[in-house]
C-alpha cells in the first residue's frame, strides 16, 4: 500500500501506520525491510506535504530502538529529509519559515538519525552546500518546535565531526561555532515552553558537552536556577528529570560559579533523592551531578560531607547499570581523597569491597575508576584503611591490574603502590609485607626500558622507589640489593624525550592537591616539567639511598652506588635546564661523596 499508484491509498497507509506504531509493544522492524522502508524514504521528497510530514513522523518512531537509526540512514533517509526540513526557508535575514509542521518533522527525524548514527552526521557535513548556516537560521523561526529541533540536530554535531569533514575548513568550522552559540539562548528561552520544557533539557546536555564557553554561559545566563526548578517541580515523567539532570551536570562539571548556584538552589535534595530513582537513567544522570559537584572544595568540605550520600553511592557501585556504576565510582573517587570522615562512611558500608569486586570488570573504564578511587582512599589513610585494602585486594589481584591492557589501570595501580608505601617505616613494612619481595620486581619490571612502560606509570614507579627510599635500613638495601640501582642509573644518563602530558589519559575530574611532605618523602606531587618527568625521581632515590644515618650504612650504599658510576650520571645532569634538578643533583653529589 505505501508503494501504491494512488495517493489516498498510500496517505491512508501512512496514516494507519502512524496510528498503530503508536501504541506500545508495536514493533517498527517489519518496516526496515528494504521495499517498506525505501517507499517511506521516497514519500519524503512528495510535493504532498502533509504526506511528507506523516511519513517522517512513521520514520520517527522506527528510530526506536535507537540501532535501527543505521539502517535508515544508509537506506538513504538523510539528503531528503534535510531538503525536507529546509525547503521552506527563503533566505534573508528574517529566516522566514514556510510548512512548520512538515519541517519540524523533518527535523526531528533528522536530529534522532544524527544522535544515533554516526554516518548520519558524515552525510550530513558531506552535503553540498553544508546545511549548518541554513540550520542556524532556522533558529530564527517563529513556530518553537522548529527551532528546538533546529538546536537538536545543530547539538549532535561535534567540533571533531566538523573537523574530520572532507571540507572542514576554518569557514565551516566558525559555522558550527556560531550555531551552537545561537542554539543557547533559544534553548534557554524554550525551557519556559510548557509545550515543549520536558523535551528541552537533553537538547541542551548535548549541546553542553565538551563545550566549557557553552557552559560558562549557560551558568551565567541563569541556567541552572531553571533546571534546579524543574527537579523541585516534581516531574514526573523520568526523560525529563534525567535530561535536567544530566544538563546540570554538563554545566557544573567545569564551572565552580554553577556549583555554588546549584547548592543555593537548594537542589541538593532533589538529587539525592534521585539516586534512589527507578530509572537508571536518572540514576546515572544523579551520580553524574554529585560527580560533578565532588570537583568543588567548598562542596566537599560542607554539603557533600553527609555519609548518606556515600552509603548511597556505594550502594550504586553495584547498580545493574555499568553507566551507574561508573559514575558511582567517580564520584566516590573524588570524595575519599582527603576526607576521613567519608572514608569511614565509604568503608562501613562495604563501598571497598564493592570497588575492589570493579576492578574485575570487563569494561576498562569501570577498572579505571574504581583502581583510581582505591588509590585515593589509601592516600594518607589511617593504617586501619590501608590494612582494609590489602585485605581486600588481594596481591595477585593487584598484579592483574599491574598488567592490564590499559595503560590507565596500570598507572592508577602503580599510584596504589606509592601510596601505601608513603609516611612512615611502618606502612612499607605492610605494604612489603602484603606484596613480598615482587613489589620490588613490579618496580623493576615498570622501569625496563624494553618493557615500554609509559611516561607516567615510569613516574609513579620512581616516586615509589623513592617512598619506599624513605624507610628503614632494611628497606634501603633491599632496594640496592636489586636491579632498582641500576635502572636508576639508566634514567639518569638518558632522560628519552616524555610524552607530553596533554597526552595523558583524561583522568576523572578532580585535581590532586601538592602535598606538605618532608623533603625525602614524595606522595602525589604535582608533575614537574616535561623533561624532569623521570630525571627527578630518580635523583631523589639517590638522595634517600644515601641519607645519613647513624650506624654508617649510608656510606656502604654511597659506595656501592660510586661504584656502579651514579656519580658520573649525576654530574652529567649539573647544567640540567631546571634549578630543581641542579638543587637535587647538588644535594646528591654532596651525600655521595661525604660517604
Known amino acids: ?107 526531528h527525524t533528522l536530529s534522532l538519525l544524527l544522535l544515533h548514527a554516526t554516518v548520519a552526521v558524515t552525510q550530513l557535513l558531506q552535503s553540498q552546500p553544508c546545511p549548518l548556516r541554513q540550520l542556524h537560521l532556522l533558529l530564527r523561526s517563529r513556530t518553537p518546535r522548529v527551532k528546538l529541533y533546529a538546536a537538536s540536530c545543530i547539538s549532535c ?22 550555531a551552537q552559540s545561537h ?22 546536555a548535548r549541546l553542553l558537552e565538551d563545550n566549557v564557553n557553552l557552559r560558562r554561559a549557560a551558568s551565567d545566563a541563569g541556567a541552572v536556577k531553571i533546571l534546579a526548578g524543574f527537579l523541585a517541580g516534581g516531574h514526573t ?35 539525592i533523592a534521585a539516586l534512589s530513582d527507578s530509572s537508571s537513567g536518572v540514576r546515572c ?7 560533578a559537584l565532588t570537583r568543588s572544595v567548598k562542596a566537599l568540605r560542607t554539603n557533600l560531607l553527609d555519609p548518606n550520600i556515600a552509603g548511597l553511592l556505594c550502594i550504586l557501585l553495584e547498580d545493574d547499570s555499568p553507566a551507574v556504576q561508573l559514575h ?31 576492578t574485575s570488570s570487563e569494561l576498562p573504564a569501570l577498572r579505571l575508576h574504581s583502581t583510581w578511587a582505591l588509590r585515593n582512599m589509601v592516600y594518607k589513610s589511617e593504617p586501619s584503611i590501608r590494612a582494609a585494602l590489602m585485605q581486600e585486594l588481594t596481591w595477585p589481584m593487584m598484579q592483574r591490574l599491574l598488567t592490564d591492557v590499559d595503560e590507565p589501570v596500570v598507572e592508577q595501580a602503580v599510584c596504589i603502590l606509592r601510596n601505601l608505601c608513603m609516611e612512615t617505616p611502618s606502612n612499607i613494612t605492610a605494604a612489603l609485607a602484603w606484596a613480598g619481595p615482587e613489589l620490588l620486581v613490579v618496580l623493576e ?43 636508576l642509573l639508566h634514567h639518569l644518563r638518558a632522560p628519552a624525550s616524555p610524552t607530553p602530558l596533554t597526552t595523558a589519559p583524561p583522568p576523572p575530574p578532580h585535581t590532586l592537591p601538592p602535598l606538605r611532605d618532608t623533603p625525602h618523602i614524595l606522595g602525589l606531587t604535582t608533575i614537574p616539567e616535561p623533561e624532569d618527568v623521570l630525571v627527578l625521581p630518580a635523583v631523589w632515590c639517590v638522595i634517600n639511598l644515601t641519607w645519613p644515618d647513624v650506624g654508617g650504612s649510608g656510606a656502604v650504599r654511597a659506595r656501592k652506588l660510586r661504584e ?6 649525576l654530574r652529567g645532569l649539573a647544567g640540567h635546564a631546571s634549578a630543581d634538578v641542579r638543587e637535587r643533583v647538588r644535594t646528591a653529589l654532596e651525600q655521595l661523596s661525604s660517604s
Open 157 to 178: 554535531v561535534g567540533v571533531g565531526d566538523v573537523m574530520r569533514a572532507p571540507d572542514g575548513a576554518a569557514g565551516m568550522v566558525q559555522a558550527h561555532s556560531q
Open 285 to 291: 544522570a544523579a551520580t553524574m551531578c554529585i560527580m
Open 328 to 358: 558511582a565510582a567517580a564520584a566516590v573517587c573524588n570524595l575519599v581523597l582527603e576526607f576521613s570522615a567519608v572514608k569511614d562512611a565509604v568503608l562501613s558500608n562495604g563501598g571497598m569491597k564493592r570497588l575492589v569486586a570493579l
Open 564 to 569: 656502579l658510576g651514579m656519580e658520573e650520571g
Open 445 to 487: 619490571e615498570k622501569l625496563d626500558p624494553s618493557r615500554h612502560s609509559s611516561h607516567m606509570v615510569k613516574l609513579h614507579a620512581l616516586y615509589t622507589t623513592v617512598n619506599i627510599l624513605s624507610g628503614s635500613e632494611a628497606h634501603k638495601d633491599a632496594v640496592l640489593n636489586g636491579n632498582l640501582p641500576s635502572l
Open 183 to 204: 542554539a543557547l539562548p533559544v534553548l534557554l528561552k524554550l525551557l519556559g515552553d510548557s509545550d515543549l520544557c520536558g523535551e528541552v533539557p537533553a537538547v541542551l
Open 1 to 107: 500500500m505505501l508503494c501504491s499508484t494512488q495517493t489516498f491509498v498510500v496517505e491512508g497507509a501512512t496514516r494507519a501506520l502512524k496510528l498503530v506504531l503508536q501504541s506500545d509493544g508495536v514493533s517498527s522492524a517489519p518496516l526496515l525491510e528494504s521495499a517498506p522502508l525505501t517507499c517511506l524514504i521516497s514519500l519524503l521528497s512528495s510535493s504532498n506535504l502533509a504526506l511528507a510530514q506523516t511519513s517522517c513522523d512513521v520514520l520517527t518512531k522506527c528510530c526506536s530502538p535507537s540501532h535501527q537509526c543505521a539502517t535508515i540512514t544508509t537506506q538513504g533517509a538523510v539528503q531528503p529529509l534535510i531538503a525536507l526540513a529546509l525547503s521552506g526557508h527563503r533566505g534573508g535575514s528574517s529566516g522566514t519559515i514556510l510548512h512548520s509542521g512538515s519541517q519540524a518533522a523533518a527535523l
Open 237 to 271: 515523567y523520568p526523560g525529563v528529570r534525567e535530561a535536567s539532570l544530566g544538563a546540570l551536570a554538563s554545566i557544573c562539571l567545569t564551572q565552580d560559579d554553577a556549583r555554588k548556584q546549584l547548592i543555593e538552589a537548594k537542589a541538593l535534595i532533589h538529587i
